[in-house]
C-alpha cells in the first residue's frame, strides 16, 4: 500500500518568514495529494491540492509544488501570520482511491 | 446547515466494553471513513464504504467493526478486542473515489478507564 514520509514534525518560524513542509510517496500511482490544516481543537481542512497533472498550484500565500519523479510534494506558506499556527498533514491517494496521510507538521508561528 | 455530525464528543469506557461511535452526514456523500488519531502518528485508516451495504477494511482494521445500512450513516463500533482504543476519532465524507475533498466531523475522544 501507500506509504506517506512528512518532514519536519515541529517547525517554528518568526512571523512574516516562509515555511515549507515536505512529504514523499511510495505508490507511483498516485495521482491526487491534498493539505489539511488541523487548528488545536477543531477539525481537518482542505487548504489546497494538487493532481498529478500539474507541477505547482498557488492560493493567496500557500502553494504546493509536485515532483512525480522524484515522488515527492512539498507545502510552501509565505508571509506566515500567527493563525498559521496549526497541524498541517500532507495526504496521497494511493491505488486503492483512498487517502494515506502523513504524520503531520506541528508550525508554530512566532510574533 | 450541511455537514458531517460526530457524536459523542467526549466517551469513557471501562475494559472490556464496547462501544458506538456515531457519524452521520447530509452532504449527499457516496464515501464515508473512519481514521484514527494519535499524536505524532497522523490520521490511520480504520475502515472506508464507498457505497451503501459495502465497506472494507483500512490499514488498523483489528478490534473495529462498521456498518453502512444508510448512506447518511457510518457507525463505528470499538470492540473489546481493540487492545489500545484510547484515541481520537474522526470520520469523513467526501465524493466517491476520494480523489477529491474530504469533509471531516469534529471527532471522538474516547478514553478507556
Known amino acids: 500500500g501507500e506509504n506517506v514520509e512528512q518532514h519536519p514534525s515541529t517547525l517554528s518560524v518568526q512571523e512574516g518568514d516562509s515555511a515549507v513542509i515536505k512529504c514523499t510517496y511510495s505508490?507511483?500511482?498516485?495521482?491526487?495529494f491534498p493539505w489539511y490544516k488541523q487548528e488545536l481543537g477543531k477539525r481537518p481542512q482542505l487548504i489546497i491540492d494538487i493532481r498529478s497533472n500539474v507541477g505547482e498550484k498557488k492560493d493567496q500565500r500557500i502553494a504546493v509544488t509536485l515532483n512525480k519523479t522524484a515522488k515527492h510534494f512539498s507545502l510552501h506558506i509565505t508571509e506566515t501570520q500567527p493563525e498559521d499556527s496549526a497541524v498541517y498533514f500532507c495526504a496521497a491517494s494511493g491505488s486503492a482511491r483512498q487517502l494515506t496521510f502523513g504524520s503531520g507538521t506541528q508550525l508554530t508561528v512566532l510574533p | 446547515d450541511g455537514g458531517i455530525t460526530q457524536s459523542p464528543k467526549y466517551l469513557f469506557r471501562k475494559e472490556g466494553q464496547n462501544v458506538t461511535l456515531s457519524c452521520e452526514q447530509n452532504l449527499n456523500h457516496d464515501a464515508m471513513y473512519w481514521y484514527r488519531q494519535d499524536p505524532g502518528q497522523g490520521l490511520r485508516l480504520i475502515y472506508y464504504?464507498?457505497?451503501?451495504?459495502?465497506?472494507q477494511k483500512g490499514d488498523i482494521a483489528e478490534g473495529y467493526s462498521v456498518s453502512r445500512e444508510k448512506k447518511e450513516s457510518f457507525p463505528l463500533t470499538v470492540t473489546s478486542a481493540q487492545k489500545n482504543p484510547t484515541a481520537f476519532y474522526l470520520c469523513?465524507?467526501?465524493?466517491?473515489?476520494?480523489?477529491?475533498?474530504?469533509?471531516f466531523g469534529e471527532g471522538s475522544r474516547l478514553t478507556v478507564l
Open positions: 464504504s464507498q457505497i451503501v451495504n459495502d465497506f
Open positions: 505508490d507511483s500511482a498516485s495521482n491526487y
Open positions: 469523513a465524507s467526501g465524493g466517491a473515489g476520494s480523489t477529491g475533498e474530504l469533509f
